[in-house]
């Protein structure tokens, strides 16, 4: 074949392909959501004039063809594997993979971020807890089990605890990160299992002065099996059944990480534990100004399925234990992590208070409570926010 010949062929392939995915993204059926990427995809846009003229329609329309191009995660994973398979990156927009576990870059240590993490706490004990006893914890990131084994960037995790502790007044730092390793954090996601930190809550409570739930383990001696999607019996780390809780599993679980790693990783099981105790509760939402269950199925559909968890992000909720009459409360100022480890404390409590200073200033929560004398409060946040401390203390007054 000679070369003008060739060139008729390549550019008759390139045509018709152009020609084919032309058609194809004509009358294939837009998605609505992108459940690896965890977002709504950009929907055909509705014409308006005035959108015309300023450019904004010429703008979505370009947004809506990206997203709703025909094979789009295939070609994302193409570049992904292009990217650290052939041109042996180590890593694709910070996003790294270690034995089969997706990893996101958090570098470099933010030292003022810290201080700012600590001036924030000692504000709020000494401003609304006086009379309480406060605590504070620091839940690390998945990069503290593996960043620097496998060369990747990482935070300076000494410095930042001793920065913390150096710079918080009248507080109690309670070390977890001995406690964990990296089997505890979902593979696709950034969070912990709540299956596998039931010592983690054991530990808190006893430092707290509380009665683990080890010791509250009296009537279910079974685990017991129940699930909506696809059930798979499961145990914790150390392979010993947790008797205190009944377990309820869905599957498949795409984390936070698992869309943006755009790769072939299988996605991960989603379980949450409970008991008699965890469903007679009930959790008030400040935002919907009505009850919400503490796991609701249903949320597993969500975009995020971790809203299992308490309904997921919220800047205000109170869960309330009616099996506790002790009058105890809790106030949690967290982030995401806690709301998986909140439903595994609330049998020493009446009403746990979990507070998100992402989403709501101090003065507004104020409103909402009424602060109790004597009471328990915890500050737990992860690595990253305290690294990026101004999505907290921003609304601090």
């Given amino acids: ?38 977002r709504k995809l950009a929907r ?66 933010n030292e003022k971020s810290i201080y700012n993490s600590a001036n924030l706490y000692n504000k709020i004990a000494q401003t609304y807890f006086k009379n309480s006893n406060v605590y504070y914890t620091i839940v690390p990131d998945k990069n503290y089990f593996v960043a620097k084994e496998h060369g990747y960037l990482h935070l300076d995790y000494d410095k930042l605890i001793s920065i913390m502790k150096n710079n918080t007044n009248n507080m109690k730092y309670i070390d977890i990160t001995k406690d964990l390793n990296i089997s505890y954090y979902y593979r696709t996601d950034l969070h912990w299992k709540q299956e596998n930190i039931t010592q983690i809550g054991d530990k808190i409570l006893q430092i707290m002065g509380l009665q683990s739930s080890k010791n509250k383990a009296t009537n279910n001696n079974k685990i017991n099996n129940d699930s909506k999607v696809n ?17 309820k599993t869905f599957e498949p679980f795409y984390g936070s990480y698992y869309g943006q790693a755009a790769s072939n990783i299988k996605p ?81 409590y009446s009403k746990i208070h979990l507070i998100d200073l992402r989403y709501i200033n101090s003065t507004q929560f104020e409103k909402h409570i009424n602060i109790q004398k004597n009471s328990d409060v915890l500050f737990m946040y992860n690595t990253s926010i305290l690294n990026n401390s101004s999505i907290i203390t921003r609304f601090f007054r």
């Fill in 231 to 247: 059930y798979n019996e499961q145990t914790n780390v150390d392979n010993k059944p947790n008797l205190a809780y009944n377990k």
């Fill in 44 to 109: 055909f846009p509705q014409f308006k004039t005035e959108k015309l003229t300023n450019g904004e329609y010429f703008e979505e329309m370009e947004e809506y063809f990206l997203d709703q191009f025909y094979l789009r995660e295939n070609f994302r994973k193409i570049k992904t594997f292009v990217n650290t398979k052939v041109f042996n990156e180590k890593d694709n927009n910070d996003i790294y993979i270690v034995d089969n576990a997706i990893y996101k870059m958090e570098y470099k240590l």
């Fill in 268 to 348: 991960d099981k989603l379980t949450y534990l409970s008991d008699k105790i965890i469903q007679n509760c009930k959790v008030y939402d400040y935002e919907k100004q009505k009850y919400i269950k503490v796991y609701d199925d249903k949320d597993f559909d969500n975009i995020d399925s971790y809203d299992v968890f308490l309904g997921g992000a919220k800047s205000l909720l109170t869960i309330e234990n009616p099996s506790n009459t002790s009058g105890k409360e809790l106030y949690i100022f967290r982030d995401s992590f806690g709301s998986s480890l909140s439903p595994l404390l609330i049998k020493n």
């Fill in 1 to 38: 074949m000679n070369t003008k010949m060739k060139n008729i062929v390549i550019s008759c392939s390139f045509v018709f392909f152009l020609v084919l995915f032309m058609f194809i993204n004509i009358f294939a059926k837009d998605k609505a959501v992108s459940y690896e990427e965890r």
